[in-house]
Structures are given as C-alpha cells and as structure tokens.
C-alpha cells in the first residue's frame, strides 16, 4: 500500500513544479521561468489555412407544401363491411361526433375543422377539401393542386374510415356517385396525379399496406424511366415519363395488419389529432395515464380550459407547445442520421411539424397497440429519456391549474429550460474531448426565443462553438444559423460580446456565411462594434475578423463595407495596443481594396498606406506580415494608373523594400508576393530593368574569395573522403539546393539519397512551396529556371546591394532597379520558400523580357523616381543597416567586391581584379553550369513544346501565401481552453517536467565534481570520423549529443554511446562555410542554430532523433557579409533569458536580434576596422564583450546609445583575439586570448588586465569552462594543452588512444561541455574526439 503521505506528496509534485518536495529531485525553478525562442505556432506550422470542411447544413433545396389536398371518405352513419367496431367505440372525428349532427353537416364541419387544425402549421397553404369523393374528384384534385404548385410540395390527406381498408393489390377506396358502391383507386394512378415531392397522410386501419405498394409502384417508375432512357425507341419512350417519386414522404397511422383503436375515450382519428392538435391529444392522454392521478383535481374537462393560446409562449398553453416543440426536435436530432434530419425537420416547415408530432403519435399509439409508419423510416423514439422531461414538464403545469382557474392565481413558467441549460453547461464543463454531442443542443436553439434565458444560452452556445469546428458544423446543422442572423437586429448592448463571439467562430469555420450577412445587413451589427471604443479590443478584433471576411473576394460586401465608413474605422485602430486587433485591422483594410478601387482611392484619401508604414516596424511579426499584406494589394490593383497613383505605388514599394532583412520569413514571403504585385502592375518597366542586369551579368566576374587556398586555411576542400550519405530532409528544408535546379551543388549531386523521398526533395520538377506559388506560377521550361540560383547570385553581388548608390547607370537609380534588388536578395534569402516565391518572380520577368522581340534600351528619366522623399540618392539600409565600408581599409579580412565603372564617374580600377591562373578563381567557375544563361534565345523558346504565350502570366495576381487563412485559423480553434502547456495533467507538462529534473540533476552531479577540482582532463572517451571536417562543436548541455559542424552540413554524435545519430545539409551556398553554432532552449525543446560566414543564420529543429530535421527559420543576421576564408566569419552568442541574439563578424558592429519580435532591436558600432572574432554577454550586467581581430578587447553597455555605449577597451594583446570569454557571476571578470596566447584577465569597471598567463604560441582554438575554471588550447602544432585557472597545465594531449597512438591532426575546433568537465576536439584529419576528467568522476 502507498501511504496517505507518499500520494499527497506525489500529488504537489505533480501539480506544482516549486512544490516538489524531493530535494534530490526538485526541478530548478529558473528552467520553468525561462523564455522559449522560436516555439510560437507560426514556427511549428505550415502557414496554410484548415481544410473546409463540406458544410451540409445549407439546405440547397429548401421547400414549401404550397398545397394541401384533404380527401375525408367518412361516409357518416354508414359502417364499411370489413371492420367490425365494439361498443361503445371511438367516434370523434377532428374533435367532432359525427352522430350529433345530420350527417352532410357533421362531413362539412369535419372538413372544416380538419383544415383549420392543419391552418394552425401552414396558414399560407391553399386548402382544397374533398369530402366522399369519386376517382374522377379525386384526380382532378390532384392534378390541379399539383399544376399550381408546380416545383413545390403538394400534401395529400386521406381519411378512410368511412370505407373499406386498402387492399393488398395497392389501392384505396372511395365512392361512386351515387354512394351506392365503394370504388377502389390505385396508389399507381394517385402517384402519377400528384407528382413529386408530395407527401401522404393516410389515416386508416391496415394504412402499412399502402406504404408498401407506393414503394413497389415508386421502384418500377424508376425502372420504367430508365428503360425509356437506355432505349429511346422503346413503347415506353413513346409515352410521357411518369414522374420520379423519390421526394415522397408518407405518414401511416399503423402497420399492414394492424387496425386503429376503438377506444372510446379517443379520437376516432387519433392519428391524424397526434398530426394536427399534439398538444390537447398529448394532455389528454397524460390524465388517461394512471400516473395522472397523482395530480390532483386534473380532469379531462379542466384540461378543454388551460388559458393562452399556442402561438403565445408567455401562456401556459403556449409555453407547453414551446416545451414540446423543443422536445421533439431534440429527440429527432439525437436519433436520427443528419442527414435524414436536415430534409424532414429542417428543410420544410409543415414537414418538420408533422413530423415532430409524428414522434408523438408513435408514443401514443404504441401504448395501444398501434405502429405508425413513415417512409423515410424513423428509428423508434417512443422510449427516448426526453418523454420522461415532457411528462414533468406537464405535471408542473397541470398541477397549477385548479388554482389558476378556480382563484385566479398567477402562472409560474417551467424550469425546463433553465435545467436544460444546466444540463448543457455541465455537458460543457464535465465531458472529455471526444464524445457523444450534447443532446441538448436543439434545446438551446429553442431558448434563443426567450428574452428570459436569451443571455445564458448566447454565452453556452459560444463556449460549445469554442470546442471546434466540428461544434461549428453541429451547430448550423441543428439550424442555428436563422436564429443568430435574426439576434443582429437587437440593440441590446450586452449580447454584443457574445454575438460577435459566435459569428466569429461561425465565419471561421464557414465563410459563405458572408453573403446571407450583407443581404440583412448584418455587417452594419459589426461595423458598430468595431466603432464602439468601449468594447474590449478582443471583441473589437472578432469584429474587424467577421468584416474581412464580409469582405474578402466579395464585392457586394466590399461596396457595402466601405459605404459602412469601414476603412477610417480600421484606420483608427491601427495603433491599438492589442496586436491581434492591429493584425485584422491590417488585413481587412487589405481585403477591402483588394481588386477594388473604389476602396483603394477612399484609402488614398485617408493616407492609409502612410498610416500602415507604422506597422512595418510592429514588435509582432504577425502583424508586420498584416501590414506587408495591406499594401501588397494596395499597390496590385489592376486598375488604370495615373501619375498620383503610380506615385504612391513608387512610395509603397520603397517603404516595403525596407523589410528586406526583416527577421521573420513570414514577413518576407509576404513582402514577395507584395512586390509580385508591382512587378505585375508594370511589367515593361522590369522587363527593362532585368535586360540590363543580364547583359551586366554576362558582362561581368566577380572574385569569389571563398575559393583561395591559402596555407592557414584549416578547411581543405579538394580532397575530402567519399561524402556520406546524408539523410533527406523533410520537405522545404534543402530546397536551396532545389532551387539551383540543373545547376545543382556539386556536393549535392554526389549524394546517394535515402529512397523515401529524399530524391523528391531535391528533384528540381518537385519544388514545392506550401504557399498557393506552385500552382499560380509555372516556369517557363518547368525543369529549368531561365535565371539559375547562381546567375541570380551573382547578379545580386554585381550589383552590390549594400550600397545602392554605386549605380551602373544614370537611370539605374528608378524605383523599378531598386525593386529589382530587393527580389535578387530575396531569391538568395537563406530561408527556401521566401527564395523560391522570389526566384518565380525574378524568372517570370526574364522570361517575360527574353521573350519580347526587340529589348528597349535601358530605362530613360520618363521611368524614374518620381521627385518624392524615397526618391535617388537614398540609401535603403535595410532597418538601419551597417555603414558602407570604407574602400581605403587596407585590412586583408575585408575583400570587397568590386563595382563595376559607373557612367558618372571615371572608370576607376577595382580594389581587387583577379587574373586568370591566380589564387581566386572567378564567381562562376565554383558553378559548372550546363549552359549559359541566354544561349536558348527568343527562337528556341518555343521548341519546348510550349507556346510562348502559353507563359504570359504565370505571375498570377492570385499569388499568396495563405497567411490570412492560417490567421483566420485562430477564431476556428479553441479560444478560451487552457493551453496544452498549462495542464497540470497533459503529457507535454510532464515531459517538460521530465526534462527540467534531468537539468537539475546534470547541473547538480557535474557541479559536485567540478568543485571537487580537476587534476587531468585526457581520458579519452569518443574518437570517431567525421564525414566533414569539424569547423564548430557545441556540445547539447544536457543530453549525450554532440553537433559538429563541417562547411555545410550538421553531424549529430551520441558521445557516451558512440554512434552516429543524424546527418544533413545546413542549405549555405557553396562558397559559405558554418562559422558558429549554439543551441536555444537548450533546457527543454532544442533547437539548433547555425551561422554562416555570409551573415545567414538557420534555426534547425527535430534533428538528432527519429524524425527529418526541419528548418524552423531562417534570416540574414548580418547584410554586407563578405564570405572569406581569413575572417572570423559570424560569431554569436545567445542569451536564453532575454531572448537576444548578439551577431557580429566581418562587419563594423554587433547586431542584437530580438528573437521573440524576430527583429532587429539594436546595431552597437565597433569602432574599429578590423573584425569580430569572438562575443559574450552577461545579461544580467547588460554588458557585451567581444574580441577583435586587432587585439583589442571591446566592453559595450547595450542600454546606452550608439555613440556612447563603448564603455572599456582593452589593447593589451598584440595580435588576433581567439576568444573573449566575460564570467555571468555579478563580479565575473573577462578572460581574453589572442593567438599569441596571451591570456588575460579584466575586472570590467579597471582599465588594466588583473592578471596575465601565457600559454602556447600559435593558437588555433580555445574554450573556457564556465564551471571549472580550466581553459583549452589547440595549436596548429597538432596537441591540445589544458590549463587551470592558475595557469598550470594540467593534460597535454597529443595522440589518440587506440589508433596505435596516432598523432592529433591540426586543431580545427574545440569546446568544453557547459557542465561536464568534457572536452570536445575537432582536428584536421576529420576525427572528432571527446576528452574527459579520470572515469572515476564520471556520472554514476
């Protein structure tokens, strides 16, 4: 037995982290209190909108019984021969006795009555009665009913006590004209009179017979309708089609061989009275019940006077009605299939009347041995647990009865709906995620009627909306829809909340919904709300959601919104603190002018576009994308231009080209498909402008620094081992390589791909973005891009980005040149789907221009900028970009890249011009492509197979990326349920827990050896061959996985079980290399980032298990980057605590990224020429420290600004920083080292080191434990030596164990473990090998 003890215990451990009362294994509180980077939904889902699900509840063929045919064969007075009636027996007849009356008269009042019980269900009817009719009477009945009602439905009431049963042989009888004989009428002969849809009530003794027969005569209509169509030469054919009668429905009041009852304390027509007058039959039969005896004083006379009258629900009479309407309807939704639901109680009124009573009549007629039949069958209903509500529902009325009509007392309402409500709330808060629905759904419907319980039963309806889209679908297929639509008239302020709520949730799941609100006006409901500055921004942002999708390719809608003055009212919220509120805002202004200019000028008028510019610098990146999307179809509407709008397009495009580098690949997949926009909008102006980047192109080398060998270089490229075979790559993730198509990677090709798809990844045909880009745009020649990844590339770097001033010629200053730009830096964006939708439209242009016979020279001044504040001479910095290097710095790390002779200037010679033969071989010889970019000209086009026209626009305007359907998905999904994360009980809780306790056990066990000292680190605990050789190592801080880095791909080690657990492409170009790893939320989910030289970082995630590594995001982290072999390449450091990135490298300052807003939140300048060679940071001091490529030591104070945060510089080294280490202890010092190895210790606030240690010459890599004070240094000397802090060397380590004392290659990287006192050694040779204090401190 557990004691009462241990489970309490168990029982705080689980539900509070700060709780758990183990001290060995209590979880640090810290790892629950740290930000997760990366982990928000836009990360770890495809930005796509749900799948639509078929909604069934619109009835597509609503109908109307527009005629009614009462056929009364009664024959009063007169007994038919084949039914032999007790004594006393039943008479009444529609609650008349035949008998008291002559006998015409008592058959013209029965007539009568009949149609005013049936007036009570459908008064718009036309009412035809037929009182002991002939054939003759009867078909000529039919047919004119049916002539008039045309499509409609016809009913045909038949009562049949007055006359023989029906026979076997299908017929019914009626009389002959002189009522001396009964004729037979065949049910053949009545079907083909009254058509289709009808419906047939037959009330009459062995009435099941009659079903039957209409089935078997309804089967060989159909029969006969198909012969007639297969064989148009047939005699049928000849004849005219009967009609189909497969939308007949029949009522029977009992079975084939069962007869009516006689008893005479009922209605001889019992049936048709449970049909037409349910509720005085329903009492009536409750005081027969034995159980009626427990109510006092009830007596059938007292029931004839209950007050009110049934259309009046504040009656008793009406309330009951209410009450039974509500009971029926959910009885009939909890039994029957929807579908057989939706036609027989939603789609017609009398027929779902009748039907509703039909229940009854089952109810009460089985309980004498009688089973109606209707045809669709119904399940049997007569037992549900709802009769047991009603006959309460009953007893509570009654009971007031005597008082109410003896002394006048007041009548108290039913607590049916009020418990009803209970029971659906506790169905809400009770149940689990996958049951039955709540049978009280219809009920609720019902109480939307009430103004007493209107409030409650909005605010439960919306919770069970709140459960999903399947509550959605159940909802409106229950028929909730009328019922909400009709709400939108009411003022009253408190249903707003709840209002918009539901419609909200309604839209989200079905947008169709759209037209049925603007035609009652309905969007004017939300226009109010969104208007209304005392609603809460929630409600105000499900009411701006509810107008974009009013809006949202709907004309109709946008003209009645925008005459609703919708675009100033979401103007004015634009800068509403809530960001979701400024999203929608943003995305239906978006819709609103989407292809609609009317709205585009109205927001011309307003400044829109310059109202929404703020929202390009929003901290969300959501919104930021919202704002892209608003002024991508701002600019793409298709109207005529004049010189205002193009202007305004021009201002627009520039503001946009910002964003550039914006960190979210959200954000810039959004700003392609904006600038798609424009490159539609003016097509010729950019045909011009990629003419004349290709003829530069052509024209032109670029030095690639990345291809010069130089003797310190520590990655030798040329002969590498066989490569490995790499796994594949789910989905988007090596699409780069895609994206090169023929052209691919050399490194690519070789690549012997995993069968299970891999293949397809890098198949160019299979390039598949998860926008609606494949589809809308085509490539010209579909395997092959006119514009290669490289020519794009290279373009991009002839063109020098960075500083848009260094123009090729005069005019290359246009707007459309800049644009041009932005697209080729797009198209080399590190994140695959934002440079595949770039290299689309980029192609789409070429192959547009190389198509047009005779190019146009370049762009005169008519095509220029217009004279506005973006116009020449500005540079776009992407967000503040770093300054423009100096062309004077003499420094060897900063290659520049020349720019080709401008016309104004007089031709100058490049900083570096590389000669044919030297070390640096030019751009395109590192990209052996299969044919030069324009040898297939005009003429060849066309042999393709393809019309040249064929292309025209495959740029369709219809390109996007489904953000706004992946946003819509928000209002489809729980709202109000507690996030998964939140659970105490979920499985992602408790795995989280998991790996908090495991932290805190790492850190506790390795701290007990670390502070026990370490006297040697060279036991040997992993040596394995890398397939590429180390560049960087990081070990995971607190599983057994090791990343190694080589130039392009990530390798993945268990180091305590020795093996190889994953292997991929990092995506870089061929001449980057990955310069820096780290891991973000480390603690709990890892994910891997990795940096490479050209300034792109990459955010990997499910790699090293069982599942493909996909890549989470992707960013320029630093523009400007020069790829070279003798610069520190990027260096990073991460601060998990804040969320901040610091990056720097072979650029003149230290870039802060802000990961949670995925912008850049700060650019520190160095102040120096020379590069960043290493970064730290404290974040609790707020200090950053980085190492210089000059021997300097920079301390920044990031709180300060840019001209004054500098706050220490250190120069005490002579030569290159390997690595600036600052201690997170509040008084922690800054441990530098240069290559001399020189190591030197600074307290931040002194000017001077406070102690110095030399270690050995030539270093190449170095680590420092931030635990145990011990610091590592590998020397191209081929060994490792590891120090104490004291400076004693405490393991030198030269050899490998076990290969026969192999001697170390050079030292490529090393890395000490966060905790364990590990040592990780990456060297030349390929080995990677791990180092470790003596086995006996090891992990017990």
């Known amino acids: 037995m557990i ?220 029969q006969e309708l198909e012969v007639a169509a297969i064989n148009p030469s047939h005699p049928l054919a000849q004849m005219p089609l009967p009609p189909s009668m497969k939308n007949c429905i029949q009522l029977a009041a009992c079975e084939a061989t069962e007869l009516l009852p006689m008893n005479p304390d009922l209605p001889a027509d019992l049936f048709t009275s449970c049909l037409t007058t349910p509720i005085k039959i329903a009492l009536r039969w409750f005081c027969m019940q034995k159980s009626a005896k427990l109510v006092p004083g009830v007596t059938l006379d007292l029931i004839e006077k209950i007050p009110g009258r049934l259309n009046d629900r504040r009656t008793p009479l009406g309330e009951l009605n209410w009450i039974f309407t509500a009971i029926t309807d959910t009885i009939a939704w909890n039994v029957l299939p929807r579908d057989l639901f939706q036609k027989l109680f939603r789609q017609d009124l009398l027929v779902a009347s009748l039907f509703r009573n039909f229940l009854l009549a089952e109810r009460i007629m089985r309980s004498y041995n009688c089973t109606p039949v209707s045809s669709p069958r119904l399940p049997p209903t007569y037992m549900h647990a709802m009769w047991q509500a009603w006959d309460l529902a009953v007893d509570i009325c009654l009971s007031q009865l005597p008082t109410i009509i003896e002394e006048g007392t007041a009548f108290r309402n039913s607590p049916f709906f009020a418990e009803q409500l209970t029971a659906f709330q506790v169905w809400l808060t009770m149940g689990v995620e996958n049951r039955n629905p709540p049978e009280q759904l219809p009920i609720v419907l019902q109480v939307l009627l009430s103004q007493v319980h209107r409030l409650r039963a909005l605010d439960l309806l919306g919770k069970f909306l709140d459960l999903g889209p399947w509550a959605v679908s159940l909802a409106l297929s229950v028929g909730i829809f009328p019922y909400v639509l009709k709400l939108l008239q009411s003022s009253a302020r408190e249903l707003r909340p709840l209002l918009v709520f539901i419609w909200a949730k309604i839209l989200a799941v079905d947008s169709s919904c759209q037209a049925d609100l603007v035609k009652d006006n309905g969007h004017k409901y939300f226009l109010s709300v969104l208007a209304d500055n005392y609603m809460p921004a929630e409600h105000r942002t499900m009411a701006v959601f509810i107008l974009a999708v009013i809006v949202n390719s709907y004309t109709t809608g946008q003209e009645a919104c925008l005459q609703g003055n919708l675009i100033a009212n979401c103007l004015e919220q634009l800068s509403d603190p809530h960001p979701l509120l400024r999203q929608w805002v943003a995305i239906c202004l978006g819709r609103i002018w989407q292809n609609f200019d009317p709205a585009r000028w109205c927001g011309v008028r307003d400044s829109a576009h310059e109202k929404l510019y703020t929202l390009l610098s929003d901290p969300i990146p959501e919104v930021r994308c919202a704002a892209v999307f608003a002024l991508g179809t701002f600019v793409g509407n298709s109207a005529e231009r004049t010189d205002h709008s193009t202007t305004i397009d021009h201002n627009v495009a520039m503001m946009l080209a910002q964003l550039i580098n914006d960190g979210s690949p959200v954000v810039r997949k959004e700003l392609v498909v904006a600038l798609s926009h424009l490159v539609v909008q003016y097509e010729s102006n950019f045909c011009t402008v990629a003419l004349q980047f290709i003829e530069e192109e052509k024209n032109y080398t670029v030095p690639s620094p990345a291809n010069t060998a130089e003797p310190g270089n520590l990655t030798p490229v040329r002969d590498s081992p066989a490569i490995p075979r790499l796994r594949s790559v789910n989905s988007y993730t090596n699409i780069r390589a895609a994206t090169t198509a023929r052209n691919l990677n050399k490194s690519l090709q070789n690549l012997n791909l995993n069968e299970d798809g891999g293949q397809g990844a890098f198949s160019p045909g299979n390039i598949s973005t998860s926008s609606s880009a494949s589809s809308t745009l085509g490539s010209p020649d579909n395997d092959e891009y006119i514009l290669s990844f490289e020519t794009i590339d290279k373009m991009r770097r002839v063109s020098s980005y960075s500083s848009l001033n260094s123009l090729i010629g005069v005019s290359f200053n246009s707007v459309y040149t800049q644009i041009w730009r932005v697209l080729l830096h797009l198209a080399a964006d590190p994140f695959p789907e934002v440079s595949d939708l770039a290299m689309r439209v980029l192609n789409s242009i070429a192959y547009k221009a190389t198509m047009n016979a005779r190019p146009q020279k370049i762009l005169d001044y008519a095509h220029s900028a217009p004279a506005s504040p973006t116009s020449k001479g500005t540079h776009i910095h992407p967000a503040g970009g770093s300054p423009p290097m100096p062309s004077t710095s003499s420094s060897s790390l900063t290659n520049e890249v020349p720019k080709p002779p401008s016309r104004d200037q007089p031709a100058s010679r490049p900083p570096y011009t590389p000669t044919l033969g030297g070390p640096a071989q030019p751009h395109s010889h590192q990209f052996p492509r299969t044919r030069k970019m324009f040898d297939k000209g005009p003429e060849q086009a066309t042999e393709d197979g393809d019309d040249p026209g064929g292309h025209r626009n495959y740029i369709c305007p219809a390109l996007q990326t489904g953000l706004c359907d992946w946003s819509a998905k928000y209002f489809a999904q729980p709202v109000k349920k507690i996030p998964e994360e939140h659970d105490l009980e979920s499985q992602v809780r408790m795995e989280r827990q998991w790996r908090f306790l495991r ?92 940096a490479t030289d050209d300034g792109a970082l990459r955010i990997w995630k499910n790699f090293a298990d069982q599942k493909n590594p996909e890549m989470v995001t992707a960013w320029q982290g630093l523009s400007d980057m020069l790829p070279t072999t003798r610069g520190a390449g990027m260096v990073v450091d991460w601060e998990q605590d804040t969320g901040l990135l610091m990056t720097s490298g072979d650029v003149r300052v230290i870039r802060i990224w802000d990961t949670d807003r995925e912008m850049k939140v700060q650019d520190i300048p160095t102040g120096a020429d020379s590069c960043v060679t290493s970064l730290s940071c404290d974040s609790q001091r707020s200090l950053v420290v980085a190492g210089l490529g000059d021997g300097s030591v920079r301390v920044f104070d990031r709180r300060m600004g840019p001209n004054e945060c500098r706050v220490m510089t250190y120069r005490e080294h002579g030569a290159w920083v390997v690595k600036a280490h600052l201690q997170k202890e509040t008084d922690g010092h800054i441990i530098s080292v240069s290559v001399n190895g020189d190591v030197r210790f600074f307290e931040p606030r002194s000017p001077d080191s406070v102690n110095v240690l030399q270690t050995v010459k030539g270093l190449t890599a170095l680590d420092i434990h931030p635990q145990a004070n011990l610091f590592a240094c590998g020397s191209m000397n081929q060994f490792i030596a590891v120090y104490n802090s004291n400076g004693d060397v405490i393991s030198n380590i030269k050899y490998y164990d076990g290969f026969m004392g192999q001697r170390i290659g050079a030292i490529s990287c090393l890395a000490f473990h966060p905790y364990w006192p590990h040592l990780a050694v990456g060297s030349n040779d390929y080995y990677m090998s791990i180092y470790s204090a003596e086995k006996r401190l090891e992990r017990r």
């Open 3 to 222: 004691s009462y003890r241990a489970l309490m215990k168990m029982d705080v451990e689980l539900h509070s982290p700060a709780l758990a009362l183990a001290e060995e294994e209590e979880a640090d509180m810290n790892d629950w209190k740290l930000p997760l980077a990366f982990m928000k939904k836009r990360h770890s889902e495809k930005i796509e909108g749900s799948k639509a699900l078929a909604q069934s509840w619109r009835m597509k063929d609503r109908m109307k019984t527009v005629s009614v045919a009462l056929v009364l064969c009664l024959n009063v007075g007169v007994d038919p021969p084949d039914v032999v009636k007790t004594s006393p027996c039943a008479r009444l007849e529609c609650w008349i006795d035949p008998l008291s009356m002559s006998p015409q008269k008592a058959l013209e009042a029965i007539g009568g009555n009949l149609q005013k019980q049936y007036e009570n269900w459908q008064p718009r009817a036309r009412y035809k009665q037929s009182l002991d009719p002939t054939v003759d009477e009867v078909k000529k009945l039919c047919t004119s009913l049916r002539r008039n009602a045309k499509e409609e439905r016809v009913l045909f009431h038949y009562n049949g006590h007055g006359v023989p049963r029906p026979t076997v042989n299908g017929e019914i009888w009626v009389f002959n004209k002189n009522y001396t004989q009964y004729i037979p009428l065949s049910i053949y002969d009545l079907q083909t009179w009254m058509g289709s849809p009808s419906i047939f009530v037959y009330d009459c003794s062995n009435a099941g017979i009659i079903v039957k027969s209409f089935k078997q005569f309804a089967l060989q209509r159909e």
């Open 999 to 1090: 932290n805190t056990r790492v850190r506790r066990q390795s701290r007990s050896i670390t502070q026990r000292g370490i006297s040697r680190l060279d036991d040997q605990i992993f040596i394995n061959r890398n397939p590429g050789v180390p560049s960087v190592v990081k070990f995971h801080p607190f599983n057994t996985c090791i990343a190694v880095a080589d130039k392009d791909s990530i390798c993945f080690w268990d180091w305590e079980k020795g093996e190889r657990l994953d292997y991929f492409y990092n995506g870089n170009p061929r001449y980057t290399r990955i310069t820096a790893m780290e891991y973000l939320n480390g603690h709990d989910c890892s994910l891997l980032l990795t």
